[in-house]
């Protein structure tokens, strides 16, 4: 049998959270958890990069310090790709380095928050971007 | 090799045998050889030609059925994706609603380019795997009503939305409300089946309607021909025959068949010249094994005719020659050939023998040589040197130079250990610091020696370990300093000293901004889980979750300030070890009964029962123990067997630490005692850890003079990490007094207020070590601390006794008043006094030790 991705049909928006810290992924999804579109979860990089093509998710919030590919990796690809370069991208950092968080923004980042940061306030981030 | 006299007029006269001559029989055997060749070669070229035509046939027919069997199953594939998309509720729902988002991703495998769409009755895309076709209208395809109404399976069809020669396959949605249409290339599907059925042959495929009308897919030239009218070409005219010529002219050997679902026609054509080609080819293979097979058998007949019939027939003629004119020097011509070649291998032989023997001879000279050479070394330096043992500290050999230096003779060099060339007041320094390890290679001073006429010398000593006969030795050069040097040697120091502590602050920062970045994510969890509960109306269960997670990474925080402390302490240099020899035995036994959590993991222990004491500082290096075991059990979430053990290695007590568990990766052993480092495999996520244990185990055992380390092969094959630490010195382990006490602090004091009554003292800062050195029956009394890790102090002095007898005085330390009970108790053990810890007590207890002992001695 030659390969075939059967169909798929969806029609809520996704937004992923990509973080190694599972206490973290639980912090973001517990605070942005909506009706208005669907979360999905990634544990590293590479998991990130493969549930981006996936899903094309609206909106990616991306740990920058992951195993395997780190989020500045993750966002140059989405932002390489014609197809997901819409996609909008904010950056969560534990580096209080200037260097990642300008790194990120020239790469296509819409936003970034250093942790800890406040829930309130990356519920706004994320439904500023969502246009919610 | 021809001899004058074995000319070919000379042979000719020989007379001949009856029958026939070896060159006869060759001459015909060549000849039959050359017929049967002749045959074998017409044979080979007729057939070769028959069998490519019928299997160029058969190729085609084969292949022409195996395409119309893929393209059914692809079509059928097709029908069904189609058919259960249309079945999908949530297709109705986005048919119903304005254009709303939507996604749909389809892979269109079998034909490898497509697109899904959903299609309203009006012919508007609703959505679609291809984002450009949603604006596209298929109103005027003249496949749309039908397509509401039935599943269909439409070809060709020209799609407006790819400008794609394409297929159409629809289903649909139910009551009329619209119909998913897949619809794919046509252009790919001819060399695709070529690519995957084509073949060593390179078919020609050609998939035509059912009419064959109209070409659907073609292999060759597909953007040329799929879609294009047939009705005129070579092709169809020549219909009836296998053998036809392809729509370009080109004639080939046909195989058809039709696809089940659509009754489209396949067709699979080779190429007849190539086959033909082919057919020649073998058979030119088929010639050329003959010729080749002939070949080999001329070389044959050639080589047997010279190698075995000539030199036989020239032999017999040198020996007849040699018979009529009795000639030796003849025979030795011929026959010379091995003899000749006997003997100069013999010579050869000889030769070499004898150069050997040279070689030998001259190698056991230059040995000799160069022991002598290198004993002047040693004699003949004129820097005093000198071999000592490692164990009694007496000298071994001394050089002239170190006899000219020091001024004493040789004999009386020989009768003394390095400790006497101390200056007095440098011995306790001195004592101190021979018995620590020491490196295999070592430069150490300015150190003060001692001469002969009371004076001393200032001296850089350059030592190494060496075995000298029997001895544990090293090896010592001693260099005097001058006042240059002296002062050469200070500036180097204290440069030394500046370039460490530029090193030290660079490592700091980096360690600074490390700690700070491991900090920030268990801070970030118990920051937001807090602003969560604090502004926003949670579940008593989301309440309890999130509390969980902050207690969790709180806990994960605490731990992480601990062992970052913990290795500022030991890095800072200024460690407070406290060396005393040590059962490491007890240390391990009592560190898995720490450990063990009732997990599954079964721990075995291996310790020998001859096991040497260790000298150690005892508290860090049970730590370390305890790492190494919570680790192999962290890392054997399976729950696999631990083998913990201890054993000599090299002199040193070697202690592993084995499991079964997820093991390393090669390249992640160099790196495992790196701060924070941790290997990050998706097995591992959910183990927690800080990243500092091993570090810090590191560097206790490098504190306690030992190295550390760890074996692993591979992922998924356990672990083996071990520690080497030294031997407990004999030395260490004699004196008067026997202090069992685990608080180094206290054990100090006592030591030192036994020493200003002149008695000497031994450590043991557990029982079981206790149990050790009474055994070696040096000590006369002991000071017992009651509350001990592992062994209490009761049971040992209930052992002592048992072995000892009550000879022994015993003085206990208690930290709390004792009941009545148990104080009787311990008088009917003999127990000379029982002493409450306080201000002054150890002066105490060294008066009591003192006056017991005196009272002893009068006693007996």
């Known amino acids: 049998m030659r390969s075939y991705t059967p169909p798929a049909l969806q029609i809520m928006r996704t937004v992923l959270i990509a973080d190694d810290e599972s206490s973290m992924r639980l912090l973001v999804h517990a605070t942005i958890e909506s009706d208005e579109y669907a979360v999905v979860e990634a544990s590293d990089g590479a998991e990130a990069w493969a549930l981006i093509q996936k899903h094309r998710p609206s909106l990616v919030l991306l740990d920058v310090q992951m195993p395997g590919r780190t989020g500045l990796e993750v966002l140059r690809s989405v932002k390489a790709d014609p197809e997901l370069a819409a996609t909008r991208v904010i950056l969560l950092t534990s580096k209080a380095q200037e260097g990642d968080i300008e790194e990120g923004l020239i790469a296509g980042a819409d936003f970034y928050l250093t942790k800890p940061f406040s829930p309130l306030d990356l519920l706004t981030r994320v439904e500023e971007a969502l246009q919610l | 090799m021809t001899a004058p006299h074995l000319r070919e007029g000379e042979i000719r006269v020989m007379p001949d045998r009856r029958g026939w001559s070896l060159r ?67 297709v109705a729902v986005i048919l119903a609603a304005p254009v709303g988002p939507c996604s749909l991703t389809f892979g269109a495998g079998p034909f490898s380019t497509g697109h899904l769409d959903i299609v309203s009755p009006d012919g508007s895309v609703k959505c679609s795997s291809q984002p450009t076709s949603k604006g596209a209208v298929y109103g005027s ?145 088929g010639l050329a094994i003959i010729l080749a097979g002939m070949a080999v058998m001329l070389v044959v007949v050639f080589v047997v005719y010279r190698r075995i019939a000539e030199p036989v027939r ?91 230096r020091y001024g004493y003779s040789r004999k009386e060099f020989l009768a003394m250990t390095i400790k006497d060339i101390r200056p007095p007041q440098d011995v306790p320094k001195f004592l101190e610091l021979v018995y620590e390890p020491m490196p295999a290679f070592d430069r150490t001073g300015p150190w003060r ?45 204290s440069q030394a000293r500046a370039e460490s502590n530029a090193e030290l602050s660079r490592a700091k920062d980096e360690m600074v901004s490390m700690v700070s970045h491991e900090l920030r994510t268990p801070l970030a969890s118990i920051v937001g889980f807090a602003e969560l509960l604090v502004t926003r109306e949670v579940t008593p269960e989301q309440r309890k979750e999130y509390l969980a997670v902050m207690l969790q990474e709180g806990r994960r925080l605490t731990s992480l300030i601990n062992d970052f402390l913990d290795l500022r302490r030991i890095e800072g240099g200024h460690p407070t070890l406290s060396f005393a020899p040590t059962d490491a035995g007890a240390l ?213 006794r048992a072995t000892h007898g009550i000879g022994i005085p015993v003085v206990v330390v208690t930290m709390k008043d004792l009941d009545p009970g148990a104080i009787l108790s311990l008088q009917k053990a003999g127990v000379t006094a029982v002493l409450r810890k306080g201000p002054g007590i150890a002066e105490t207890a060294a008066n009591m030790v003192a006056k017991s002992l005196v009272s002893e001695l009068v006693a007996s």
């Open chain 2, 24 to 90: 006869h029989y060759i001459a015909l055997f060549v000849a039959v050889l050359f017929a049967v060749a002749a045959v074998a070669g017409l044979a080979v070229r007729t057939a070769a030609e028959q069998d490519a035509r019928e299997a160029a046939e058969a190729d085609a027919s084969f292949a022409a059925r195996v395409a119309a069997t893929q393209i059914n199953g692809d079509l059928l594939l097709l029908e069904e994706t189609t058919a259960k998309l249309a079945a999908n509720p949530q």
């Open chain 2, 141 to 285: 395809a003249g496949w749309l009503p039908r397509g509401l109404r039935e599943p269909i399976m439409v070809a060709p069809f020209l799609d407006p939305v790819t400008g794609l020669v394409s297929a159409v396959i629809a289903a649909p949605v139910d009551r009329g409300a619209g119909t998913v249409v897949a619809i794919v290339a046509l252009g790919p599907l001819g060399p695709s089946l070529a690519a995957t059925l084509g073949g060593a042959r390179g078919l020609e495929f050609l998939v035509t309607t059912a009419d064959s009308d109209m070409v659907l897919a073609r292999s060759l030239e597909p953007d040329r021909w799929v879609g294009a009218n047939l009705s005129n070409t070579a092709f169809i005219s020549y219909a009836s025959s296998t053998e036809r010529p392809d729509v370009a002219g080109t004639t080939r050997i046909y195989g058809r068949s039709v696809v089940a679902s659509s009754d489209w026609v396949v067709f699979a054509g080779a190429d007849k010249a190539a086959a033909l080609t082919a057919a020649d080819m073998s058979a030119n293979r």
């Open chain 2, 449 to 493: 020696h001692l001469l002969k006429d009371g004076s001393t010398v200032q001296v850089l000593v350059t030592s190494h370990a060496v075995t000298f006969g029997e001895h544990e030795a090293r090896f010592v050069l001693a260099e005097d300093l001058t006042e240059n040097q002296r002062l050469e040697l200070e500036l180097h120091q």
């Open chain 2, 314 to 404: 020239r032999l017999s003629m040198v020996m007849r020659s040699s018979t009529h004119s009795g000639a030796a020097n003849a025979v030795a011509g011929t026959g010379a050939s091995e003899v000749t070649a006997l003997a100069e291998d013999f010579d050869q032989l000889m030769e070499t023998v004898n150069h050997e023997l040279a070689e030998r001879l001259k190698s056991e000279q230059a040995a000799h040589l160069s022991e002598r050479n290198y004993r002047m070394l040693f004699e003949g330096h004129p820097q005093p040197m000198w071999l000592y043992d490692v164990n009694t500290l007496a000298f071994l050999s001394v050089n002239d130079a170190a006899v000219d």
């Open chain 2, 588 to 800: 391990i036994k009592r560190a898995v009964d720490l450990t063990s959590d009732g997990s599954s993991s079964k721990v075995e222990t291996r310790i020998p029962d001859d096991l040497p004491l260790v000298q150690v500082d005892s508290d860090s290096i049970f730590r370390v123990i305890t790492n190494m075991l919570s680790n192999a059990r962290k890392y054997s979430p399976d729950g696999g067997p631990i083998v913990v053990g201890a054993s000599v290695v090299d002199g040193m007590v070697e202690v592993f630490v084995k499991d079964e568990g997820l093991g390393i990766p090669s390249e992640a052993l160099a790196q495992l005692f790196r701060r924070f480092y941790r290997i990050d495999t998706p097995d591992r996520r959910k183990i927690k850890g800080t990243g500092l244990g091993l570090a810090i185990s590191k560097n206790i055992v490098e504190a306690n003079g030992g190295k550390i380390g760890a074996r692993s092969e591979g992922p998924g094959k356990g672990a083996r990490f071990h520690f080497t630490v030294p031997l407990a010195r004999e030395r260490s382990q004699t004196g008067d007094v026997l202090v069992v006490e685990d608080d180094s602090g206290f054990a100090h004091l006592l030591e030192a207020e036994l020493a200003a009554r002149s008695l000497s003292s031994i450590w043991a800062s557990d029982a079981e070590t206790a149990e050790h050195l009474m055994s070696k029956n040096t000590a006369r009394a002991v000071v017992l601390y009651l509350l001990l890790p592992g062994f209490s102090g009761e049971a040992f002095l209930q052992r002592l």
